[in-house]
T-cell receptor, first 112, second 112 residues
Framework: QKEVEQNSGPLSVPEGAIASLNCTYS??????FFWYRQYSGKSPELIMS????GDKEDGRFTAQLNKASQYVSLLIRDSQPSDSATYLC????????????FGTGTRLQVTL | DTAVSQTPKYLVTQMGNDKSIKCEQN?????MYWYKQDSKKFLKIMFS???????INETVPNRFSPKSPDKAHLNLHINSLELGDSAVYFC???????????FGPGTRLLVL
């Protein structure tokens, strides 16, 4: 059974701080990794994808991947109240995103 | 200019009934998906079609039957609804398998 684990939270950070979201996965054959953001009552939207070890930056977001440790993380710099949402980690065992296994998500609260 | 749309948005029905959910995408994508998100926010893939061909068929009861009349549409028919079928069902599409998946707004199904 392939698993993707996330701390359900809530993770509470003050506005302007760095939010760090973590995810571990069980399948060593996993090759593609994604972070989705889901606001309450809304659908998931992709914010980052990462395929190789190291860091990938996009604006205030940085995804980090360590395949040896089977660990992927998302850093959000200068957190804003609008970042308050549930962040879903998703993993694919092929080089494509055709079959994603999702974690249960981490709820992030950015406080004023 | 909705990208991925689903109907209905809400569905309340009695146990034992048969119901359908419809999904349409106007993005010109070749691949479409059905996901189920339970009350604990766990998002799990059910089916995927690529060019009207079933490519992913997860372990779901055979009361669930997807149908893809063309590349732009993927419907989900559910027979003999049970209480445990209550969830949010998301349709998604991608340009091809392995590409970014775009989610529809979801259909909130409540079985009484």
């Amino acid at each position: 059974q392939k698993e993707v684990e996330q701390n359900s939270g809530p993770l509470s950070v003050p506005e302007g701080a760095i939010a760090s979201l973590n995810c571990t996965y069980s399948d060593r054959g996993s090759q593609s990794f994604f972070w989705y953001r889901q606001y309450s009552g809304k659908s998931p939207e992709l914010i980052m994808s990462i395929y190789s070890n190291g860091d990938k930056e996009d604006g205030r977001f940085t995804a980090q991947l360590n395949k040896a440790s089977q660990y992927v993380s998302l850093l959000i710099r200068d957190s804003q109240p609008s970042d308050s949402a549930t962040y879903l980690c998703a993993v694919s065992d092929t080089g494509t995103a055709s079959k994603l296994t999702f974690g249960t998500g981490t709820r992030l609260q950015v406080t004023l | 200019d909705t990208a991925v749309s689903q109907t209905p948005k809400y569905l309340v029905t009695q146990m034992g009934n048969d119901k359908s959910i419809k999904c349409e995408q106007n993005l010109g994508h070749d691949t479409m998906y059905w996901y189920k998100q339970d009350s604990k926010k766990f998002l799990k893939i059910m089916f995927s079609y690529n060019n009207k061909e079933l490519i992913i068929n997860e372990t779901v009861p055979n009361r669930f039957s997807p149908k893809s009349p063309d590349k732009a549409h993927l419907n989900l028919h559910i027979n003999s609804l049970e209480l445990g079928d209550s969830a949010v069902y998301f349709c998604a599409s991608s340009r091809d398998r392995g590409e970014t998946q775009y989610f529809g707004p979801g259909t909130r199904l409540l079985v009484l």
